[in-house]
């Protein structure tokens, strides 16, 4: 293999492993954004079905 050619593929390897930590933590960050963003629709429909069934034992407290 020539000098130039060696060089070539040493500039290439050193490219893409900077480019996998890279992708690595982008694609680490997505998944925690989606996370937090589950965690948070679960805790918005825990508040809302709690607050049906309390309106719910308000309303039949309420024909009685």
Known sequence: M?????EGTEARLCLSSALVPA???QK???Q???RKSLICAFAMAF????MLIAANQI????ME
Not at 2 to 6: F, L, P, R, V
Not at 47 to 50: E, L, M, N, W, Y
Not at 59 to 62: A, I, K, M, V
């Open 2 to 6: 020539s000098q130039q050619g060696q």
């Open 23 to 25: 992708v690595h933590a």
């Open 28 to 30: 680490q960050n997505r």
């Open 32 to 34: 925690t954004c989606v």
């Open 47 to 50: 508040i809302i079905s709690v």
């Open 59 to 62: 309303l039949r407290s309420g």
